[in-house]
């Protein structure tokens, strides 16, 4: 029995090792990839690179010295991908008409063309804009909107409210709203999500020494009285280079919209910092399914009755880790990071492995 035990835990592990940590494996284009494709506008390099590839991440492998661009990601409408292959092994190349700056009539300016984009960011802009993240402590420590002199509990553009005094230098806020507290798959508190509200200007002649008046600039729905006001603009993302993540392991602790089932293009809340990933990491989801008691009746560990107690000496097996989707990580924070669900082949919930493609 103890024999049989330790071999099963052997195959489990390889298993769970195969496909989690699945070492690097050539280049290979997918059987129906065309020879060539003309960029057109509107393309992203994430949905040329699914044209091509099968693991789209792998995508600046494919590129070999090239005098026509220096920049593999920066590709432009009209250019024309070609697939060659050196030494038996597939590259891309580009042919490309000498780029040229166009007229504007509205400007009488010539404008320099566009590279297309990494990804659709208008899919997911909404999500950058509408929500950050906090730790607690900071969150907490937030002045808060009190009021105006109308007696409002709620408070639109152009209005003028009251928030607590700051002190400090800033003269543009954020009115943020707690969302959701995000917690760790141990209980531990990684942060407070918090959703953008609307933006406040400090108007500097109406401070005293408790309170600050600002003006609400632009309201995405109405302020309240308690909601927080976060110091500074958006830090939006610039265009990010994709990486595939290698020994980062982590899981699904949360979303953006407190959905229990998640899909294709929606935003994930991973338990990895900006010490772990970077925008442009580019990770696998995966799922594990309940660990099996191989009794005489085999059942799962979480079925009522399974391993209650006093049967110690049953055998339970860990099921391998099955990939099921993939994300790209977009904007990081201290303990946590967003990313795009760019496939699935399930739902996906809280609890999912996330770790190397």
Known sequence: MKKRFINICRLVALAVCAVVAMPALALQLKEDAPTTYTVKRGDTLWGIAN?????PWLWPELWRTNTQINNPHLIYPGDIIIVGYEDGEPVLMVKR????????????KRVKPSPIELLAWDAIAPFIKQHTFVDEDSYNMLPKVLGNQDGN????SDDFVLGQQ????????RVVRKHATIKSLQGETLGIQVTHVSTASVVAEGNTDDTMLLFIDDAYQEAKRGDKLLAGGFDNPSNIELV??????GAVVGDLHDHDLLGKYDVVVIDLGNFDVQPGTVMGLYVQGPAIVDDEMPRYIDEPGANSG?????????QPAMKVGEIIVFKTFDSVSYGLITRASKSIKRGFIVAKP
């Open 97 to 108: 008409e000498k780029l040229a700056m166009t007229l504007s009539p509205e400007t009488n």
């Open 244 to 249: 595939a993540a290698t020994s980062q392991r």
């Open 51 to 55: 044209i091509f590839l099968n693991e």
């Open 310 to 318: 006093g049967e110690w000496f049953v055998d339970t097996l860990t």
């Open 153 to 156: 509990v709620r408070f639109a």
């Open 166 to 173: 700051e002190f400090s230098a800033n003269d543009q806020y």
